[in-house]
């Protein structure tokens, strides 16, 4: 079993929909969840950056965790073409004072006009 | 401004050659690492580097070799051992003197093609 799982799409919808992306994870030491963007031959840019259960809202995103079942969930409102990109979900671990961050396969999503 | 470079953006070697890939950041960033990325799969660590002079190795490491002999700089060299070097490289870095837990900043990547 993968420490982090993500479903890796192709997610497509129209523009101005509500998006959800979801990733599980295994291990309940985990503490930081993170969620990256990544446009077609980029690198990862960090999007939501979160520490304990509950939600976070940064304009038309909103980063979700749930601990008690080792959830974290990223929806996006309103959206836009321009968010057409992979969205890597990851957390961290703290290993022999390493801070060692996990990624998920990612999920593509694609916004259609 | 700030930030990661990475070159060559694309890279093509034939297979038995070492090819080494260059990173650098001007940051002033303490911690830097290397991923490699391949289709339907998470990054996947191949070095780290925590402090100049120091390294460590990640996840996947064999075939792989690094130097860190400048604060701002973290070469790559893809050996010959490597079985499947063919995939997208990215170097990031971290200020870990700030927290443990600082996210990560990433280059745009070099694509390297080994025939």
């Known amino acids: 079993q993968k420490e982090v799982e993500q479903d890796p799409g192709p997610l497509s919808v129209p523009e101005g929909a509500i998006v959800s992306l979801n990733c599980t994870y295994s291990n309940s030491a985990f503490q930081y969840f993170m969620w990256y963007r990544q446009y077609s031959r980029k690198g990862p840019e960090l999007l939501m950056y979160?520490?304990?259960?509950g939600n976070k809202e940064d304009g038309r995103f909103t980063a979700q965790v749930d601990k008690s079942s080792k959830y974290i969930s990223l929806f996006i409102r309103d959206s836009q073409p321009s968010d057409s990109a992979t969205y890597l979900c990851?957390?961290?671990?703290?290993?022999?004072?390493?801070?060692?961050?996990?990624f998920g396969a990612g999920t593509r999503l694609a916004v259609h006009p | 401004d700030g930030g990661i470079t990475q070159s060559p953006k694309y890279l093509f070697r034939k297979e038995g050659q070492n090819v080494t890939l260059s990173c650098e950041q001007n940051l002033n960033h303490d911690a830097m690492y290397w991923y490699r990325q391949d289709p339907g799969q998470g990054l996947r660590l191949i070095y780290y580097?925590?402090?100049?002079?120091?390294?460590q190795k990640g996840d996947i490491a064999e075939g792989y070799s690094v130097s860190r002999e400048k604060k701002e700089s973290f070469p790559l060299t893809v050996t010959s051992a490597q079985k499947n070097p063919t995939a997208f490289y990215l170097c990031?870095?971290?200020?870990?003197?700030?927290?443990?837990?600082?996210?990560?900043?990433f280059g745009n990547g070099t694509r390297l093609t080994v025939t």
């Open positions: 979160t520490y304990s259960s």
């Open positions: 990031a870095s971290s200020d870990r003197g700030s927290s443990y837990n600082s996210p990560l900043h």
């Open positions: 990851a957390t961290n671990l703290l290993s022999g004072g390493y801070n060692k961050l996990i």
């Open positions: 580097s925590q402090i100049v002079n120091d390294f």
